[in-house]
């Protein structure tokens, strides 16, 4: 039996480059989703809280969720999830930027973003 035979499990991988032009709304926003979460502990917030204000890059892993990327998706269940967000150089115009380019597989030890 192949692969596809066997298993109804797919593993989709998405990289997003985006130019952030309003630091302080990324921000606020993060935040407001931190404060409307009932979830949430107190000193995990507090931690929380104190990573996006420092860093852009952070407030967006709090902002960018992958189950809502799925959860329209009929006949489909979300069942794990990883992402991270690092602030980058970026130059579209330059070969290391070439859009078809194949990854590989990617490190283990890339997978450091939130799990759900």
Same mark, same amino acid.
């Given at each position: 039996?192949? !692969?596809?035979? !066997?298993? =109804? ?26 404060? $409307? ?5 107190? !000193? ?8 996006? !204000?420092? @860093? ?11 189950? @809502? ?17 690092? =602030?980058? $150089? ?8 070439? =859009?078809?380019?194949? @990854? ?5 030890? $890339?997978?450091? +973003?939130?799990? +759900?």
């Amino acid at each position: 039996m192949t !692969t596809e035979e !066997t298993s =109804r499990f797919v593993r989709l991988r998405v990289e997003l480059v985006l130019e952030v032009e309003d630091e302080e709304a990324v921000t606020a926003a993060a935040l407001r989703r931190l404060s $409307d979460d009932p979830e949430m502990p107190d !000193t995990e917030r507090a931690h929380a809280e104190a990573a996006v !204000t420092e @860093d852009t890059a952070e407030a967006l892993a709090y902002l960018v969720d992958p189950f @809502d990327l799925v959860s329209e998706v009929p006949g489909v269940e979300l069942q794990q999830a990883s992402w991270s967000s690092e =602030r980058i $150089d970026y130059d579209p115009d330059s070969p290391d930027w070439d =859009r078809d380019e194949d @990854d590989g597989e990617e490190d283990e030890d $890339d997978d450091q +973003g939130r799990t +759900g």
